[in-house]
């Protein structure tokens, strides 16, 4: 019987940690929780409602009216609606990065992903992962890639989808992104002391994924 492990990557946007987390997961059978899709739903509710980003106590009020479901098949339900698409668009990314700013957001999501996470054999990506929500985690990854590779990746990815996709003004999205992500009072984005640094802007998704897998079977082994 192999040991039950929890794993959390953590990085800025777009470095391809979803991508990698939910790689990881199939290849074994892990359950894979997206903590940005909880915090782009958050955003997507309110944006869709009307709901100014900018005003805490507003957002605030909003969470109670909010219910997500995260599936097996990695699709995102939001008070029952599909909205796995929705939430990809760069308008709802930036969105994301206001609300994750307010402590009554944060402590929803937090409580909700610690839930999903006690099962164990998860992994879990986001910005604070290794730090705040699962500070225990077995193996902690902090996946980095530079600025430009990170652009690519996010104009390669929306055009894939069918959105529109300029890449100078996505590069500058992510580096204000990055700075609001950095900066923020609350769970900053930074890495975990104990967490194991992955630089992937010249490396392939398999080759990350194979990295990814020899570190879960390190981490059995200890």
């Known amino acids: 019987m192999k040991k039950k492990i929890s794993i959390a990557i953590d990085g800025p946007s777009a470095a391809g940690k979803s991508t990698i987390a939910k790689m990881v997961a199939k290849k074994e059978n892990f359950i894979y929780i997206d903590t940005g899709a909880m915090y782009r739903s958050v955003a997507f509710y309110c944006v869709k409602n009307h709901i100014d980003l900018n005003d805490e106590q507003a957002v605030e009020q909003a969470i109670s009216n909010i219910q997500i479901r995260l599936t097996a098949d990695n699709k995102v339900y939001l008070n029952d609606e599909d909205v796995s698409l929705q939430i990809r668009t760069d308008e709802v990314s930036l969105g994301a990065s206001c609300v994750s700013k307010?402590?009554?957001?944060?402590?929803?999501?937090?409580?909700?992903?610690?839930?999903?996470?006690?099962?164990?054999?998860?992994?879990?990506?986001?910005?604070?992962?290794?730090?705040?929500?699962?500070?225990?985690?077995?193996?902690?990854?902090?996946?980095?890639?530079?600025?430009?590779?990170?652009?690519?990746?996010?104009?390669?990815?929306?055009?894939?989808?069918?959105?529109?996709?300029?890449?100078?003004?996505?590069?500058?999205?992510?580096?204000?992104?990055?700075?609001?992500?950095?900066?923020?009072?609350?769970?900053?984005?930074?890495?975990?002391?104990?967490?194991?640094e992955l630089d992937t802007s010249n490396m392939t998704l398999e080759e990350v994924v194979d990295q990814v897998l020899t570190l879960i079977n390190k981490t059995r082994e200890e």
Do not use: C, W
């Not at 929803?108 to 985690?137: C, S, W, Y």
């Open 102 to 196: 307010y402590q009554a957001v944060r402590t929803f999501l937090v409580d909700e992903q610690r839930k999903m996470a006690e099962t164990g054999n998860v992994i879990l990506d986001g910005r604070d992962i290794g730090t705040v929500v699962l500070p225990h985690a077995d193996l902690k990854i902090y996946q980095i890639a530079s600025v430009e590779t990170r652009a690519k990746r996010r104009y390669l990815e929306n055009k894939e989808r069918g959105l529109e996709a300029d890449l100078e003004t996505i590069k500058k999205e992510i580096e204000q992104r990055d700075y609001q992500d950095m900066h923020r009072a609350i769970s900053p984005l930074k890495k975990a002391d104990d967490a194991i």
